[in-house]
Antibody, heavy 113, light 112 residues
Framework: EVQLVESGGGLVQPGGSLRLSCAASGFTFSSYWMSWARQAPGKGLEWVANIHPDGSEKYHVDSLKGRFTISRDNAKNSLYLQMNSLRAEDTAMYYC??????WGQGTLVTVSS | DVVMTQSPLSLPVTLGQPASISCRSSQSLVYSDGNTYLNWFQQRPGQSPRRLIYKVSNRDSGVPDRFTGSASGTDFTLKISRVEAEDVGVYYCMQSTHWPRTFGQGTKLEIK
């Protein structure tokens, strides 16, 4: 059974940083594109970033480029999202997804002073 | 970016009756490999999104056959043949042909 478990969310001040993690199991992690998506409270879904199975290609939404970076460690079956210079508008549930076909339960990031 | 426009945004439906959600893309979603990467997701209250349909009309594993997807050019439709109580939630279309992937605004299905 495919499982994706996010962690690392929490309350952070504006301008701060967080690193989200996603532990994957139940499939050959190194064979799949992986992604992050987010959902602000009461709002719709927004795709954040994608990463190639071997990490050689990465795509980030333009509006987040330079602040958010996706990465992975295939030896640890883990996906990451480094988030810097956080703003109030980054407050959202962040989901790890196997390129859309399986989703984790999400980790909540709240940016507030 | 490709804009995905859904309608209606709110959909009250009587149990056992059919429902239909439309999604229009601002440009063609046909990829260079000939496939059209249009997906439909269901998000039940308090839950993560779940993919129902991929490549326009292919149901994911475990998805009831009352859900069907279709297309006509840049117009896409998700149909539920007979709505059940467990279908309550928000439905999103999403294109994965172009980067960045983009979602529709969501359609909230409720029981009348």
């Amino acid at each position: 059974e495919v499982q994706l478990v996010e962690s690392g969310g929490g309350l952070v001040q504006p301008g701060g940083s967080l690193r989200l993690s996603c532990a994957a199991s139940g499939f050959t992690f190194s064979s799949y594109w992986m992604s992050w998506a987010r959902q602000a409270p009461g709002k719709g879904l927004e795709w954040v970033a994608n990463i190639h199975p071997d990490g050689s290609e990465k795509y980030h939404v333009d509006s987040l480029k330079g602040r958010f970076t996706i990465s992975r460690d295939n030896a640890k079956n883990s996906l990451y999202l480094q988030m810097n210079s956080l703003r109030a508008e980054d407050t959202a549930m962040y989901y790890c997804t196997r390129d859309g076909d399986h989703w984790g339960q999400g980790t909540l990031v709240t940016v507030s002073s | 970016d490709v804009v995905m426009t859904q309608s209606p945004l709110s959909l009250p439906v009587t149990l056992g009756q059919p429902a239909s959600i439309s999604c229009r893309s601002s440009q063609s979603l046909v990829y260079s490999d000939g496939n059209t990467y249009l997906n439909w997701f269901q998000q039940r209250p308090g839950q993560s999104p779940r993919r129902l349909i991929y490549k326009v009309s292919n149901r994911d594993s475990g998805v009831p056959d009352r859900f069907t997807g279709s297309a006509s050019g840049t117009d896409f439709t998700l149909k539920i043949s007979r709505v059940e109580a467990e279908d309550v939630g928000v439905y999103y279309c999403m294109q994965s042909t172009h980067w960045p992937r983009t979602f529709g605004q969501g359609t909230k299905l409720e029981i009348k």
